[in-house]
Structures are given as structure tokens and as C-alpha cells.
């Protein structure tokens, strides 16, 4: 088999990135490992940067996100029972859009089937080879027979957990991480939204999140330590905790009902640099990692495939390979912005286990600060609906 650009992985940056190349008239192949159902049965976060938004919407997968999607002007933080507002569209003129990345998944493949994409569902053992020439290959196993992927390119869209990383040899790549000493436990219910906008919420008992899909489906987070496992968590312990963690008025008129989906996830910071090897790429999770309190990990997928979409159509194009050859310290100028802010959201919001008085201090300076000055305010929401590319 041969094609343009070979794509390792069809989660979201794989797929985006596949359905900007051949609109450009770029072939491309996915290579996938597991099955569609399984790719589309992972609940993921929801709020997509309005350019984000907008990529979707060139991409031509943008119009159920544009009938079914909510547009949120800002978002709450909470202190205890108190809680700020902070209003995008007044600081920052900008607004997010509350739409869940299953359905930013479910809308890819379906205007990459429109288009007639190849995407190769149950890929096994992807290899990549002479990454360093100008005649890249990948192997791959599908159907139990073995094949070869000649290609000019190779997109590593394989998640955290993928290959293409480790492809980099270790000489080369750098690693930079920071875990975070607690995990997020996510209940998805059939049940109207707690509030009009999302709610992050810093409480003495641990941080929570009131986020939602739709008008009638809500999505919620409480922080939990990582020895937690979610079926120590019945419905009624998990509404109970929330309703403790949000501010009062908030919790006594939130609606509750069984869970359709209870997980916990733990919270990382990590960021591989380069993100480039001779003729492979990295987008989204394979390079990095944001922990979720900033909503950031799909907005950061998106960025790099604007880099690196916009990169290779130069290349193919007007053959202008600048772009291409810039293309890790470009998307890292941002990756390192986001990796910035969703880890002071976590250092703001959370409780930690060895917390001192003087965090806690400074903690408590910060919230006041949102609340009190227009020009803290500006920046959260600068950071939160998306830096410009
Ligand atoms: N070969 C082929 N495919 C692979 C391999 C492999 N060796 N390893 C992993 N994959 C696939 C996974 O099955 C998955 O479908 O790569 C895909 C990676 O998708 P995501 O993990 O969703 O990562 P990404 O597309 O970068 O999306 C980033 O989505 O995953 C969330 O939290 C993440 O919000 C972030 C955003
Ligand atoms: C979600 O709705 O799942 C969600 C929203 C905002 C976040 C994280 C997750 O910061």
C-alpha cells in the first residue's frame, strides 16, 4: 500500500488531521488498533476553544456540533458557597462550545466516510521505519495478514499510550512530567445540568466539577485519592459528596438519578519534546497530557493538527518546507501555554494531601483575586477559550 501521509491512530487528532489533508487533496491512510464501537464508546471531556470549533467546522464536521452544541459565554469558580463568575464574552469577547468529544469522534468519522477515507480499523503491531529518509514505511498486521505502508509522512496520533513516541530514540527525546497526587472520579447522568454554565468548585473536602452534555444529560467530577477504585462509590455516596462540595444553593436544587457511567482518571502533566523526527510528527496525546481542569487535552489535538495540517498542505503545495521543518517549536509555544494553565487550574482548585496552611493561603489570595480584578479575570479567560494559534 502506499499513500501521502500516514496517520497512526484515529482518535480525534487522527481524524481531524486526516479530513484536513484530503480536503486539500493530501491521501492519507489511519491506521487504527481497535474497533470503531470501541474508539466511540470512550467518554471523554467537553468543551471545545472556539477555534477548535472552527477547525470542526472546515473540516466539515461541524454542523450537529453547531445545532446540538452550547454556546457558554463563561463559566463559575466557587469558594466554599461563594461563588465568580467569570464572563468570557465581556473580558475577552470570546465564548467556548459545550459539546462532547465522543460526538467530536462520532462527527470525524462520518465526514471522513463521506469523503471515502481509508482508515484501518484493528491495526495491529504498527511499526515505523526509516523515519530518518526520504521513503518512510509503516508494518502493520490487519486480518492476521501482514502489510506494508509506504508513505512521505508519518503522523504519530496515537495517544499516550502509542508508538510513535517511543519511535524517537532516547538520545533525542526529552520527557517532562508531573503527576498529580489524586484522581478525578466522573459520573455521566440523565439529568438536567446543575447550572446554566460549568461550575469548578474548590471545596475544603476536595475539588468537584459541574459540567454537562445537554440540556437533559449532565456530566459531574469529584476529586478522589488514587487508591479509589469507582465501584467503592454507590450513586447515592457520589451525589451526597458532590452536594457537599458545591455551593449551597447550587446543591439543594440539583436534580439526581442513576449514573449511566462512573470511571476515575488520574491527573498528569506531560509534554515530549521534540515533537518531530526526521519525517514523523506527534499530534495531541501522544506528545502530551494536560490534567482535564482546564479542558484543554482535545483543544491541544486540535492545535497541533492546525500546525501541522497547514505544514504539510505548504509542503504538498507551494512547496515551502519551512513550516514543516518549524513545526515542533511552533505547536510546543502553545503545548507549553496550555501545560501552564490547566496546571495552575489543578494547583488552584484542588486539595493536596500535605497541603501546608501557607498553600491553602495562597489558594484562597487567588480565588479573591478572580473575583476582585477584571485583569485576572481577563487572562483566566483568555487561557480558558483558547490562545490564538
Ligand atoms: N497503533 C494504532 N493505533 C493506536 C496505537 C497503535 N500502536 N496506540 C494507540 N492507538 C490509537 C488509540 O486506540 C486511539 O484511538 O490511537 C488513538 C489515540 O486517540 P486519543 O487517545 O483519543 O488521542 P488524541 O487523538 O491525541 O486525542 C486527544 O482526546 O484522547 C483524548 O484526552 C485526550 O482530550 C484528548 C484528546
Ligand atoms: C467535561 O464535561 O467532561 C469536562 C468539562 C470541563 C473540564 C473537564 C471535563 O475542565
Not at 49 to 65: D, S
Not at 248 to 265: N, Y
Request: aromatic letters at 8%.
Amino acid at each position: 500500500m502506499k499513500t501521502q501521509v500516514a496517520i497512526i491512530g484515529g482518535g480525534p487528532a487522527g481524524l481531524l488531521l486526516s479530513q484536513l489533508l484530503n480536503k486539500a487533496g493530501i491521501a492519507t491512510v489511519v491506521l487504527e488498533r481497535r474497533s470503531r464501537d470501541y474508539v466511540l464508546g470512550r467518554i471523554r471531556a467537553g468543551v471545545l476553544e472556539w477555534g477548535t470549533a472552527q477547525m470542526l467546522r472546515e473540516a466539515g464536521a461541524g454542523a450537529r456540533m453547531d445545532a446540538e452544541g452550547l454556546i457558554h459565554d463563561g463559566c463559575y469558580l466557587s469558594s466554599g458557597d461563594t461563588l465568580i463568575h467569570m464572563n468570557f464574552a465581556e473580558s475577552c469577547g470570546r465564548q467556548v462550545m459545550v459539546y462532547g468529544q465522543t460526538e467530536v469522534t462520532r462527527d470525524l468519522y462520518a465526514a471522513q466516510d463521506a469523503i471515502g477515507a481509508t482508515i484501518l480499523h484493528e491495526a495491529e503491531d504498527v511499526a515505523l521505519h526509516d523515519l530518518g529518509s526520504e521513503a518512510p514505511y509503516v508494518t502493520f498486521t490487519h486480518g492476521g495478514e501482514p502489510r506494508r505502508l509506504d508513505c512521505d509522512y508519518v503522523a504519530g496520533c496515537d495517544g499516550f499510550h502509542g508508538v510513535s513516541r517511543q519511535t524517537i530514540p532516547d538520545t533525542v527525546r526529552r520527557e517532562f512530567e508531573k503527576v498529580y497526587p489524586f484522581g478525578w472520579l466522573g459520573v455521566l447522568s440523565q439529568t438536567p445540568p446543575a447550572a446554566e454554565e460549568l461550575i469548578y468548585a474548590n471545596h475544603e473536602r476536595g475539588f468537584a466539577l459541574a459540567s454537562m452534555r445537554s440540556p437533559t444529560l449532565s456530566r459531574y467530577y469529584i476529586q478522589v485519592p488514587l487508591s479509589d477504585r469507582p465501584e467503592d462509590w454507590s450513586d447515592e455516596a457520589f451525589w451526597e459528596e458532590l452536594k457537599r462540595r458545591l455551593p449551597a444553593d447550587v446543591a439543594q436544587s440539583m436534580r439526581t438519578g442513576p449514573s449511566i457511567e462512573k470511571s476515575i482518571a488520574p491527573l498528569r502533566s506531560f509534554v515530549c519534546e521534540p515533537m518531530q523526527w526526521g519525517r514523523l510528527f506527534l499530534c495531541g496525546d501522544a506528545a502530551h497530557i494536560v490534567p482535564p481542569t482546564g479542558a484543554k487535552g482535545l483543544n491541544l489535538a486540535a492545535s497541533d493538527v492546525h500546525y501541522l495540517s497547514s505544514a504539510l498542505i505548504a509542503a504538498y503545495g507551494p512547496g515551502d518546507r519551512a513550516p514543516l521543518a518549524r513545526y515542533s517549536q511552533d505547536a510546543l509555544a502553545r503545548v507549553w501555554q496550555a501545560m501552564r494553565f490547566s496546571w495552575s487550574m489543578t494547583m488552584l482548585l484542588h486539595r493536596f494531601p500535605e497541603q501546608s496552611a501557607f498553600d491553602r493561603g495562597v489558594q484562597v489570595a487567588q480565588l479573591e483575586e478572580l473575583a476582585k480584578y477584571p485583569a485576572a479575570r481577563k487572562l483566566l479567560a483568555q487561557n480558558y477559550t483558547g490562545l490564538p494559534f
